[in-house]
């Protein structure tokens, strides 16, 4: 932004509304928020530091706005409000050959005595700057960027922007600057609404275009997963239910082994069908391997529906967030940022799906409605399992007052509750897994990670639970 526009669009809101007082200001790494209006037609003037430093106008409710401000600091509306809050603009700072702008702002404290404060605003590309500086009061030194003296620079010869100034604008150059003329920006209406029309272009391109295409990007990056996702399981359900095919032939040989028993090749029924065995193997060791098979492909049926509804579902919330995203909303919350690979090395578990014996996993896992459940398979796996794979927003089941497996609910997206469904399935396989098994409808409790911990001696897979919900189911494998 050229040193006279700058000016210009300051001077013209400090005559346009001397009155207004503002009502509170944020700061961010980029970028200062003072808001300041009435409610009606409140404004948001933001010093922006970078990609290019310059003074926007915003209503408050813009999406850039709120993008801005929910970068900010926690403690900055603090810091900056104890001394701006309330304050009306006093005086406009600045010379139309300087990107320098000093905003001299006057509030009343609560002993009664006037304080004036100015903000700075150095709007000079890779050297950009704000600061606050006491006039008459002493102010803590407040400031973001690069730091730069508190006093109002000399001008020295007349830049390019300010000669292109004089000459265009002429007998009228000081009006301009004194933001007495529409005409300093393109547009239509006062100077003030040109001003806030340029800002929302400005915003839009290097605020909503930059964080819209991450969301798109992202959004596509899912949509692509999912695709991948439905091929895998196309071509699951394609083998296995060549698997179930088998089931006629395996048992209409069953049927007639004993007098087929021991025939290779191929074994002829009593009816004249002809089936051909696999090649070195008997009628009897066929029939058990295609019996195998036809019970692993009603397995993985059975696993494939719950993978394919919750295919439907992720299917159903991408679509939702990608209309969400065509009608602008959902822009304010930051895109997820790539994880560090000492992040990474935080979250994955160790490798401690291993049992201490040697045989097999610590643990199983199992699919329900796009939650995945985790069933330790004796003490000291259930430890492993609660205290060193599992997230403290992770949930965790176990049936009441007997001895049984710990059962976890993975929860990466970090809902308040599991749904239902999943909640009543995950408690049917903690009472399954559990002394409980042949009970009847039993008790199970279940809570967060966080509420679980295990004092120094007790017994592997004994654990306190600090509060806890529970519900009643009849074990269910």
Same mark, same amino acid.
């Given at each position: 932004?050229?040193?006279?526009?700058?000016?210009?669009?300051?001077?013209?809101?400090?005559?346009?509304?001397? %009155?207004?007082?503002?009502?509170?200001?944020?700061?961010?790494? /980029?970028?200062?928020?003072?808001?300041?209006?009435?409610?009606?037609?409140?404004?948001?003037?933001?010093?922006?530091?970078?990609?290019?430093?310059?003074?926007?106008?915003?209503?408050?409710?813009?999406?850039?706005?709120?993008?801005?401000?929910?970068?900010?600091?926690?403690?900055?509306?603090?810091?900056? *409000?104890?001394?701006?809050?309330?304050?009306?603009?006093?005086?406009?700072?600045?010379?139309?050959?300087?990107?320098?702008?000093?905003?001299?702002?006057?509030?009343?404290?609560?002993?009664? $005595?006037?304080?004036?404060?100015?903000?700075?605003?150095? @709007?000079?590309?890779?050297?950009?700057?704000?600061?606050?500086?006491?006039?008459?009061?002493? %102010?803590?030194?407040?400031?973001?960027?690069?730091?730069?003296?508190?006093?109002?620079?000399?001008?020295?010869?007349?830049?390019?922007?300010?000669?292109?100034?004089?000459?265009?604008?002429?007998?009228?150059?000081?009006?301009?600057?004194?933001?007495?003329?529409?005409?300093?920006?393109?547009?239509?209406?006062?100077?003030?609404?040109?001003?806030?029309?340029?800002?929302?272009?400005? @915003?839009?391109?290097?605020?909503?275009?930059?964080?819209? @295409?991450?969301?798109?990007?992202?959004? !596509?990056?899912?949509?692509?997963?999912?695709?991948?996702?439905?091929?895998?399981?196309?071509?699951?359900?394609? $083998?296995?239910?060549?698997?179930?095919?088998?089931?006629?032939?395996?048992?209409?040989?069953?049927?007639?082994?004993?007098?087929?028993? *021991?025939?290779?090749?191929?074994?002829?029924?009593?009816?004249?069908?002809?089936?051909?065995?696999?090649?070195?193997?008997?009628?009897? &060791?066929?029939?058990?391997?295609?019996?195998?098979?036809?019970?692993?492909?009603?397995?993985?049926?059975?696993?494939?529906?719950?993978?394919?509804?919750?295919?439907?579902?992720?299917?159903?919330?991408?679509?939702?967030?990608?209309?969400?995203?065509?009608?602008?909303?959902?822009?304010?919350?930051?895109?997820?940022?790539?994880?560090?690979?000492?992040?990474?090395?935080?979250?994955?578990?160790?490798?401690?799906?291993? /049992?201490?014996?040697?045989?097999?996993?610590?643990?199983? &896992?199992?699919?329900?409605?796009?939650?995945?459940?985790?069933? =330790?398979?004796?003490?000291?796996? !259930?430890?492993?399992?609660?205290?060193?794979?599992?997230?403290?927003?992770?949930?965790?089941?176990?049936?009441? !007052?007997?001895?049984?497996?710990?059962?976890?609910? $993975?929860?990466?997206?970090?809902? &308040?509750?599991?749904?239902?469904?999943?909640?009543?399935?995950?408690?049917?396989?903690? @009472?399954?897994?559990?002394?409980?098994?042949?009970?009847?409808?039993?008790?199970?409790?279940?809570?967060?990670?966080?509420?679980?911990?295990?004092?120094? =001696?007790?017994?592997?897979?004994?654990?306190?639970?600090?509060?806890?919900?529970?519900?009643?189911?009849?074990?269910?494998?």
């Amino acid at each position: 932004m050229d040193a006279p526009l700058l000016l210009a669009l300051a001077r013209a809101q400090g005559r346009a509304h001397p %009155a207004w007082a503002l009502e509170g200001a944020w700061a961010s790494d /980029r970028a200062l928020g003072l808001r300041w209006g009435r409610k009606a037609d409140a404004d948001t003037w933001i010093l922006l530091l970078h990609p290019r430093p310059a003074l926007w106008r915003l209503p408050v409710g813009h999406a850039a706005a709120k993008i801005l401000a929910a970068e900010a600091k926690k403690d900055s509306a603090q810091a900056w *409000g104890a001394w701006l809050s309330g304050a009306r603009l006093l005086e406009v700072q600045g010379h139309p050959g300087e990107r320098w702008l000093g905003l001299v702002f006057q509030r009343r404290a609560i002993s009664g $005595r006037l304080e004036t404060v100015r903000v700075a605003f150095q @709007a000079i590309p890779g050297r950009a700057g704000i600061r606050l500086d006491g006039v008459d009061v002493a %102010a803590p030194r407040l400031g973001l960027g690069v730091p730069f003296p508190a006093t109002m620079p000399v001008p020295g010869d007349d830049p390019p922007p300010l000669k292109r100034w004089r000459e265009h604008y002429g007998e009228h150059f000081e009006a301009a600057v004194s933001g007495e003329m529409d005409e300093v920006l393109p547009g239509e209406g006062s100077l003030l609404a040109r001003h806030r029309d340029w800002s929302m272009a400005e @915003a839009e391109a290097l605020v909503l275009a930059p964080r819209r @295409a991450a969301a798109e990007r992202i959004l !596509n990056q899912k949509a692509a997963k999912l695709a991948r996702l439905e091929a895998a399981l196309e071509k699951d359900r394609a $083998r296995h239910e060549k698997g179930l095919a088998l089931k006629p032939q395996a048992a209409a040989l069953s049927g007639e082994l004993w007098r087929l028993k *021991g025939a290779e090749g191929e074994a002829v029924l009593e009816d004249g069908t002809i089936i051909a065995l696999p090649r070195g193997e008997t009628a009897e &060791s066929a029939v058990q391997t295609w019996f195998a098979e036809v019970k692993k492909a009603g397995r993985g049926l059975a696993r494939l529906e719950e993978l394919e509804s919750g295919l439907v579902r992720q299917r159903a919330e991408l679509a939702e967030r990608r209309a969400a995203l065509e009608r602008g909303e959902g822009l304010e919350a930051a895109p997820p940022k790539a994880a560090s690979s000492r992040e990474k090395a935080k979250r994955e578990p160790r490798k401690v799906d291993k /049992r201490k014996d040697g045989k097999g996993t610590a643990f199983r &896992s199992v699919q329900i409605e796009g939650f995945e459940l985790l069933i =330790g398979k004796g003490d000291a796996e !259930n430890d492993q399992l609660t205290f060193k794979v599992a997230e403290n927003t992770d949930f965790w089941l176990h049936v009441a !007052n007997m001895p049984g497996s710990h059962v976890v609910i $993975r929860n990466p997206d970090k809902v &308040s509750e599991p749904p239902r469904l999943v909640l009543e399935r995950a408690a049917e396989l903690a @009472a399954f897994h559990s002394k409980a098994r042949d009970a009847g409808k039993v008790e199970v409790h279940w809570c967060r990670i966080a509420d679980i911990s295990k004092p120094r =001696g007790f017994a592997p897979g004994k654990v306190i639970l600090k509060q806890w919900k529970s519900l009643r189911v009849y074990p269910k494998g």
